[in-house]
């Protein structure tokens, strides 16, 4: 597996590629890999002839108070991850490598932005939106990978070639949970035992929501109001979010029909995690 710190090396790498009639895969990670970012991986490896994995803590979607400096890092546990799921190469530039020091060019969203983690986060997607602007214009894949826990983000990603043209295919990837039932995240790590097993209450929630709407529940605000009250029976569940919007153009609805994003941000202590699940109704 070739390690890549330099957007010249994997830009050599991925034309030498090219030049051979491989096609390619693109797997951005923010790194502390676990295995629902192996499943990725391992999607990216079945169905493209090579594939670059990114391993990059992305400061630029960063707010002030949040927690760059804190998120966890182990470049050689990734690598090893990456490694058994057959990926060809990690890239693991520097922010000084993907950002200038003058750097002051944005790729910014309208609309999708400005529900779910966009209004607590308010500059997150312009970060996510440029660096995986300069993802793809560095390693120029045939598809990229994403994980549907992130739903908003893939929604935005979809949105961004599309209105942009970039070509590329987007693959969303199922949520990997625990066997509890708790969504996997890097930030998992952040909770004590406590917080960990109070945590559960979000993928508890996201199992009521579904119940409601099979039995019939089409209002959305009825959906999310008893969504709400069943995390505050959990004493260190703070709420962020609860929302019910449009699966594609991520804005608010009042019935539940078509395509339909339940989600959720919740604060156990101090960590905040998110979870979510999708309908077609």
């Known amino acids: 597996m070739i390690i890549a710190s330099t957007i010249e090396e994997v830009r050599a790498q991925v034309c030498q590629w090219k030049k051979e009639g491989f096609t390619i895969g693109l797997v951005p990670t923010m790194g502390y890999l676990h295995e629902g970012h192996a499943s990725l991986a391992k999607k990216a490896v079945s169905l493209c002839d090579k594939t670059v994995a990114s391993v990059f803590v992305n400061p630029i979607q960063f707010g002030p108070t949040e927690d760059l400096d804190a998120y966890p890092r182990d470049f050689s546990h990734d690598c090893n991850i990456l490694a058994d799921c057959g990926i060809d190469m990690v890239f693991h530039p520097t922010p000084e490598e993907m950002y200038a020091s003058d750097f002051c060019t944005y790729v910014d969203m309208e609309h999708l932005t400005t529900q779910l983690c966009g209004k607590s986060r308010p500059i997150h997607f312009r970060g996510v939106c440029t ?58 790590t952040y909770l004590n035992s406590e917080e960990r097993q109070a945590a559960l209450i979000l993928s508890k929630t996201v199992n009521l929501g579904k119940s409601l709407i099979e039995k019939g529940q089409r209002d959305a605000n009825a959906l999310t109001a008893a969504m709400k009250e069943n995390i505050l029976t959990e004493p260190l569940a703070r709420i962020d979010y609860v929302d019910a919007v ?15 994003l339940v989600a959720m941000a919740v604060y156990i202590g101090k960590t905040r995690l998110i979870d979510n699940f999708s309908v077609t109704l």
């Open 131 to 188: 660096v995986v602007s300069k993802l793809f214009h560095i390693v120029t894949p045939d598809k990229a990978f994403f994980g549907e826990k992130d739903a908003q983000q893939l929604a935005v990603v979809r949105r961004m070639v599309r209105d942009l043209s970039f070509g590329i295919e987007i693959v969303g990837c199922p949520i990997v949970r625990e066997a509890d039932g708790l969504a996997k995240s890097s930030r998992n």
């Open 246 to 260: 449009d699966g594609v153009t991520m804005q608010p609805v009042s019935q539940l029909k078509g395509q339909i």
